[in-house]
């Protein structure tokens, strides 16, 4: 899955307003970012590199198998293949996205 597929199915499941009320980055390294803006409605979701109140770090490959519910966030965190940087309840709401 491209960064492209993977924006597009961010943006699918975050819709017009996910609730989340803040702002999230998924660092996915080298292969880029997702950057989510739910502290406007409709929710924006873009791959720019912005400051967020909450970054989450995790390999293409591993948030792929996040999406696709092969891997389940509480899992990749608890593993060392998630990691949280900034407001954890933010991260704590990602459930709903994920």
Known sequence: MSLESVTNTIKE?????????ATLKFDLGD??????????????????????QCTVGVTHDDFESMLAGD?????????????VEGDMGVAMKLQSIM
């Open 31 to 52: 292969d880029g970012k997702v950057f989510i803006d739910a502290t406007v409605v409709p929710n924006t979701v873009s791959n720019e590199d912005k400051d967020a």
């Open 71 to 83: 891997l389940a966030p509480t899992t990749a965190f608890m593993s060392g293949k998630l990691k």
């Open 13 to 21: 499941r975050v819709g017009e307003d996910c609730g989340l009320g």
